[in-house]
Each structure stands twice: as C-alpha cells, then as structure tokens.
C-alpha cells in the first residue's frame, strides 16, 4: 500500500519538493520510510571549555561573562559573548543575530551547543544552538537527531518532517520476518525499528532497531543469492572445452613465467571447463597480480574449441585497452582468431557490423563494455563470459551477460580484497580462485604522505623519472557536483604543469567529460610513451596498465576512501621498475584521514588496508554506508562491519532454504516479499557506468 501511495499525498510536499525528492531516489511514501538516515547529531553531555577540541561540534555549559557585544556591519551583524566555566572562557560568535544581546541581558547560566574553530584569537565557538536557561539542555541531552542524505534545495528539517508525518500515518506494518526468527536472535519488531531508526531516543534504541533492518536487508540479499546458487549448481557443461596445444604453445611462448599462484588459477579453470558442469569462478587477486592473462588463456581456448568467448569490462578505456593487448600479443605469436571490439561510444554503423560478424561466428573473441549484454547483440556460439572488475557492476549484469548464450561459463575477476567467509557469502553462486602471489619481478612501491608545500619537490622527482624513461600519472581531486567544473580543474592542472615540467615533457590530461576517441587516443600515446605525464580524474582508477609508468601523484588525497587510494596506486608499480606513490594531502587533516593516508604507507598489501579500515571505521560506526565499492545496493547493512550479523543471515538463509527451496510455505510468504523487494531494486542502471 504505501508503497503505491506518492509521496504527493503528504501535507507540504509540491511540484518542487516532489522534484527534489525523486533526486534522491524517493517517490513513494515507502520509498520515504525506507530513506534511513546517513547518520546522526548526537546531544551529548556539555565538555568543559578547557576540553574544547578545534573543528568537532560540542556543548559548552557556563556563566555569561562580561556584557554581550554586537559588531560588523548592517548585513553582516556578529554578537559576541564570553561563557565561562570552572575550567577557562570560550568566546562565542553568532551572525546577523543582533537581537540576542537583548536575549542575553540577564545573564546567568547557559548551554550552548556549536562548531569550535580556531581563529585568530583562540578557540572560537560559531553560531551554536542555544538552551537558555541552560535546564532547557536536559530535554536534548543523549537523543539522536537523524542526517539524511540531501540534494541542493533539500533540507534537512524537510525530509525529517515528511519521515514524522509519513510514519503518523502509517498503519502498523505486518512484519515480513517469521516470528520464529525474530524472537530467536531477540530482534526489534518491524514497526518499533523504522521509526527506531528515523527517530532513535538513545543509541540503545538505534542499535535495537538497525540491527533488526539489517538483519533483514542481508537476509532478502542473501536469499536472492542463494537462489542463484541452486539454479546454476546442477547445470551440465553445454561446452567441453579441452586444452589446445595452441593454447599451450602460447603460454609456452610468454615473454613471461606465469607465477605459482597464476598457473594455479589457470589449471582450476581449465578443469572446470572440461568438466560436467559449467563453469561459475570468481578470481580474485590484488592490483598487478595478473588477473588479465588467466582470463586471456581461457579466452583464447574457448576460440581454438571453436566457440566464442566474451569479456566485459566497466569502462570504455579499459575494454579498449583489453582489446589492443590481446590482439597486440596474437599479432606477436602469429594467432589467427579475430578478436572484435564492441563498446557503446561507437557509431551505429561499426556496431551494426560488429553484430554481424558476432552473430556468424566469425568473431571468437568479443571484448567490450556493458554494450555487450544490450539487445542487438546475438552470439553465435558464446561458450564463455567473463567480467572484469566485477565489483563494478550489478548481479543482475552478470546474470544478464551469462543470459547472451546458453549456460556458456562464467569467469568473474575482482579486486576488490574481501576475506574469504565474506566473499563466498557475497559471490554464493560461484567457485573462488585466489591469486596471491605478484609477479616475482616486482619491487614494493615506495609511499609518502605529504603537504603542498612539497608540490615542487615532487614535479622535479616527476622530471627526474622521465629523464630516465618513465612516465607519471597525477591524479587531480575530485569536484564535487559537477562534471564540467572537473574537466576545467583537470585542463588548469595540466598547463601548469607542463608549464612547471618544461617544453621537453610531453603532459596530456584525461577527464570523464571528453569524447571516447579522444579518451583512446591520449590512452594509446601514454601506453607508447609519446606523452610522459598524464593528469587525470578518477577516469583511470580501474583496469589500466602501464607498466612503464612508476609514479603516482594523487592530489588531496585525504578526500578519497581506501580502496579507491589503493585501486589509484596500483596502476604503477606494474613493471620492474620501483615505483613511487605520492600522495598530497590539504593542510587541515582531520584525525581519521591521517590514519587513513598513514595506512596507505604502511603496506602495498590491498587485503592488510581493508582490514584497517575496517578497524578506522569501527564496527559500530554510526553512517552505515557502504564503502567497499559492490554494487549490492544495500541500503542500511555494511557489508565490512556488519559481518557477525551477515554470518547469521547466511546460516539462517541456508536453514529457511533447505526445508522450503521457493520459499512457498506460508510462514515464509514475507521473506518471499523481501527477497522480490531486494531484487527489484537491485536493477540494471547502465548510465551509473560509463
Ligand atoms: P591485474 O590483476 O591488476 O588485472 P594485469 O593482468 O593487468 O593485472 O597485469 C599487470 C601487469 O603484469 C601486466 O603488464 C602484465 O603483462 C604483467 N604480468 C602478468 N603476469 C605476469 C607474470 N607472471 N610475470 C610478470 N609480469 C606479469
Ligand atoms: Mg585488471
């Protein structure tokens, strides 16, 4: 019901808020409950102003000392106050509210609650809210006030309303869990949670209730999983595909030895794909570790069978990159397999040839973006998919990219570095193949963290390193909302930079807003070294590899998560060379990203940071975003902290399924609900990928 029901019928919601809440993904007055916050602004008990800490919002409690002062001009009016407690005088400043001088003519005590910021004179406390006299406090003190995630026009105050009002009008919900469940792991009942975690009294509330709706999402997430799982397990091999002494030649042939772990993963797919039943594998394998050529040689095996094989990857650059290795290394050993290219930016024209020569079966090996899986596509005989960086698209695009053929076999690559319990959990559906071992050619990458004032330091290391033949990437600071304001920042950068680097280095710049045929052509002239540095936004964070480029510039590094910091450095440190990682952080570092940007020097290891980050952001880490990068689209669970509460889901989903596989008993007739709720928002949205 309220799920049909707009979120027009809400008192106060128009034209415009309606807009601006369909921006934000809410349409339905189910949509808006379901709109959990991001995080809360908590009423914590009043520090002393000895204790004040720069740049944390706090609560001050103490005398109004000496006579409240009004400055400024008439547009820009600034009161100012002294509160003193039995531990020092803090100054507090209010803007353009002239009138409280009047409020505070009294004096006496006062609570007031505001950011502290550090100004010329001291310790300063800006615009705080204001609990006078200060018993008002009391009220407030240790309730959470939900922060909701927000689009420009959008406040704060507005959605919290609407969530009040949509959750008065609610009728209590039937609660979708089967009682058995909830009593047996003590969790919050449907209604109690929703508005638990909207509007939580204490932490205790908020604990209470998000763990029931987590508890939920992981179980709907992973009963759809599940599902899969039994769906794919008893499928016979369509496509026996036995090892060609080409493919063998080929390998022999390598400029390189594949290492221990490579040659593992290889034998484990080789197998599965003359086994009985189809192949279903996730590698994984840090940055570097050669994931490409395992899936090249499973590629190009299937061709020599006489099938087709696929391989998708996230963007255009890297697909184009896939595409000119492969036939640059068939080239090389005298391969005659026509290996076609297929990607969305091009012409209607090359595409309709390209479906033609996939669909006689003239092309063996397709390499492409998410244009592969789109309708016009028809495969003659595809015996084999693999998508690469996994974590970048949806189950549902994997699903769809294994529907283009009849049961062909199915290779993932990610990655992304979770642990194993987690990863069978998430990829439940698929076999795991781990390579954890890097080419042996390879040196540690060296890592500093430092300030701007070390900018001119790094662009003469930068021009010492071309001098000896290598080539550098500088990453420029993401800009929040807008494309086009990135791409300016980008092409500033650049100019500077060749400015700084002097005539003799080339220095091009890549940014998402430019034309596909100009991303490939500065692509191809970085990959031969006609252009030595390279400025780019996070266009280049997956897939790409240039193994002669050894330093990595990453500018305000502390505004980038991790994994994306970890994903950014490994794109050097990909040949024999040593490699370098510069990452520049802004002056004002906030206490975790130091810890975070201190990590990253502390190991190269992608499986050790996840860890720590785990351990930065802490298990109960209020914003239960999700940062690992999956495309789950879950919208309260973590998939990193809340792995207890994942482990009992998974047993749980593996209990309810075994005694009643469709879930049609009539006990389970909500977790049916939840599981077609989860998968039908878990939908294919090509425009999120480029
Ligand atoms: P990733 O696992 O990040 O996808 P790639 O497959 O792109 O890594 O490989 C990174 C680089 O290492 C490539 O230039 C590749 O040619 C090279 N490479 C792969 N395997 C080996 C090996 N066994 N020895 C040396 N170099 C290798
Ligand atoms: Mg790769």
Request: aromatic fraction near 8%; glycine fraction near 8%.
């Amino acid at each position: 019901m309220i799920d049909k029901t707009s979120i027009r019928e809400l008192k106060g919601i128009g034209d415009k808020t309606q807009k601006l809440f369909e921006k934000v993904g809410v349409s339905t007055v189910g949509d808006l409950i379901r709109y959990y916050p991001r995080g809360y602004d908590i009423y914590e008990d009043p520090v002393p102003v000895s204790e004040a800490e720069e740049g944390r919002t706090q609560t001050i409690s103490g005398a109004i000392y000496g006579r409240v002062q009004v400055s400024g001009s008439t547009k820009m009016q600034v009161t100012t106050m002294y509160v003193k407690d039995l531990t020092g005088t803090m100054k507090v400043i209010w803007f353009r509210m002239p009138f409280l001088r009047s409020t505070f003519a009294k004096g006496g005590a006062v609570t007031l609650r505001g950011r502290i910021v550090r100004k010329r004179d001291g310790l300063v406390m800006e615009h705080p809210e204001i609990f006078y006299p200060c018993d008002k406090y009391a009220d407030r003190l240790n309730t959470l006030q939900p922060l909701y995630g927000l689009t420009s026009g959008l406040t704060n105050n507005a959605v919290a309303k609407a969530v009040r009002q949509a959750l008065d009008g609610m009728d209590l919900a039937s609660d979708l869990l089967p009682s058995r469940i909830r009593l047996r792991y003590g969790l919050a009942e449907y209604n109690y949670a929703v508005r638990g975690i909207h509007f939580p009294e204490d932490k205790e509330v908020f604990y209470h209730a998000r763990d029931r709706l987590v508890f939920e999402e992981f179980l709907a997430f992973i009963l759809s999983i599940r599902k899969l799982k039994d769906k794919n397990e008893k499928l016979a091999n369509e496509y026996v595909i036995g090892m060609k002494p080409e493919t063998e030649a080929f390998l022999q042939g390598l400029p390189f030895r594949l290492t221990e772990a490579q040659k593992k993963v290889w034998n484990e797919i080789a197998k599965d794909m003359a086994g009985e039943t189809a192949m279903s594998r996730l590698v994984q394998g840090d940055v570097g570790s050669g994931k490409t050529i395992v899936a090249v040689l499973a590629l190009m095996n299937t061709a020599q069978n006489g099938y087709q094989g696929a391989m998708m990857a996230p963007t255009e650059v890297l697909a184009r990159q896939h595409y000119e290795s492969i036939t640059r290394l068939f080239d090389t050993y005298g391969i005659k397999i026509k290996v076609e290219l297929l990607t969305g930016s091009m012409t209607a024209k090359e595409k309709r040839r390209a479906y033609d020569r996939i669909e006689c079966g003239y092309a063996r090996i397709i390499v492409g973006t998410h244009a592969l899986i789109q309708g016009g596509v028809n495969y003659d005989c595809l015996a084999l998919v693999v998508t690469d960086e996994q974590h970048r698209f949806g189950v549902k695009q994997r699903e769809a990219f294994a529907k283009k053929g009849s049961v062909p076999h199915v290779l993932v690559m990610s990655a992304t570095p979770i642990p194993r319990t987690l990863a069978i959990i998430l990829y439940g559906d698929l076999d795991i193949s781990v390579i954890d071992e890097l080419p042996a050619n390879r040196l540690p990458i060296k890592n500093c963290v430092v300030d701007t004032g070390y900018r001119k330091t790094a662009y003469s290391f930068m021009k010492k390193q071309v001098a000896q033949g290598r080539q550098c990437y500088v990453i420029c600071p993401m800009v929040e909302e807008s494309e086009s304001m990135e791409a300016e920042n980008v092409i500033d950068y650049a100019s500077m930079l060749q400015e700084e680097l002097g005539e003799e280095i080339a220095v091009s710049y890549l940014h998402g807003k430019m034309r596909q045929t100009e991303k490939d052509d500065i692509m191809e002239r970085f990959g031969k070294n006609e252009i030595q540095v390279l400025v780019s936004t996070t266009v280049i964070e997956v897939g790409i590899d240039v193994p002669n480029a050894t330093v990595m510039v990453i500018e305000s590094a502390e505004r980038f998560g991790l994994s994306q910091l970890h994903q950014l450095r490994g794109r050097v440190g990909r040949g024999g060379e040593q490699s370098y990682c510069i990452l520049m952080s802004g002056d004002k570092l906030s206490k975790e990203a130091r810890a975070r940007l201190d990590a990253m020097c502390q190991t190269n290891d992608g499986f050790r940071l996840a860890e720590l980050d785990l351990k930065l952001r802490g298990a109960g880490d209020m914003h239960g975003t999700q940062q690992s990068g999956e495309t789950f689209d879950l919208k309260i669970a973590d998939l990193a902290a809340d792995t207890q509460i994942m482990q009992i889901t998974r047993d749980e989903a593996v209990a309810v399924l075994s005694a009643d596989i469709d879930l049609s008993q009539p006990e389970h007739a909500g977790l049916r609900r939840l599981r077609e709720r989860y998968r039908s928002h878990d939908k294919m949205d090509f425009s999120q990928i480029s």
